[in-house]
């Protein structure tokens, strides 16, 4: 079975510039997370989106958005980029059955950021 | 979800016995303690979970105390790729969007040949 896959792997943009994230989640898999994992504030949780809508959202701004398509595949779209926005963003999958017990999420290995 | 804390690093010899433990005295009955761990580059990697019992599977054991307040992951016979940032969250059975994960500092475990 594929892993959760995100491209592109690495990305460069200068400020002002907007940017667009993709993910593929586990085939089967329901819901979609995004996290932003920078050096000084660690992995933060951005969004997750859940048959097509987004279910929960992290302290944010809203400079940055998401979406989920049919096939649960999911998109993550950054405007207006700022220097502070360079960082390793990671989509995760999970099957999110209500009630469970054993949920994990699978990362993916990431896009690597890099506004200038 | 209840917060953790779990030290900032730790050495381990290679083929000895990683112990990492992790606090979490907040810890509400129905949450769960999972730990993931985070190679340099990549995505953080489920490692195990449990409530109260202790549990093993093929990557580590976790045991939990009786009071639930603290909780240790074992890597039986570390080697130089277990060198990782291990991550110890506390959480509750799954709700829709409720994947928003307190990731915290997690413990910087390097094995040393």
């Known amino acids: 079975k594929a892993g959760v896959t995100q491209t592109p792997r690495y990305l460069i943009k200068t400020r002002g510039q907007q940017v667009t994230l993709s993910c593929s989640p586990i085939s089967g898999h329901r819901s979609v997370s995004w996290y932003q994992q920078t050096p000084g504030q660690g992995l933060q949780f951005l969004f997750e989106y859940f048959s097509e809508t987004q279910r929960n959202k992290g302290n944010f701004p809203g400079r940055f958005s998401g979406r989920q398509f049919s096939n649960s595949r999911s998109e993550m779209n950054v405007s207006t980029l700022e220097l502070g926005d360079s960082a390793l963003y990671l989509c995760?999958?999970?099957?999110?059955?209500?009630?469970?017990?054993?949920?994990?999420?699978?990362f993916g290995s990431g896009t690597q950021l890099s506004v200038l | 979800d209840a917060k953790t804390t779990q030290p900032t690093s730790m050495d381990c010899a290679e083929g000895r016995a990683a112990n990492l433990p992790c606090n979490h005295s907040t810890i509400s009955g129905n949450e769960y303690v999972y730990w993931y761990r985070q190679i340099h580059s990549q995505g953080p990697q489920y490692i195990i979970h449990g409530l109260k019992n202790n549990e093993t599977n093929e990557m580590a054991s976790l045991i939990i105390t009786e009071d639930r307040k603290s909780s240790t992951l074992i890597l039986p016979h570390a080697t130089l790729r277990d060198t990782a940032v291990y991550y110890c969250i506390v959480r509750v059975p799954y709700q829709t969007g409720a994947n928003n994960l307190f990731f915290g500092t997690g413990t910087r475990l390097t094995v040393i040949p």
């Open positions: 995760a999958s999970s099957l999110a059955l209500d009630g469970a017990t054993n949920e994990k999420l699978f």
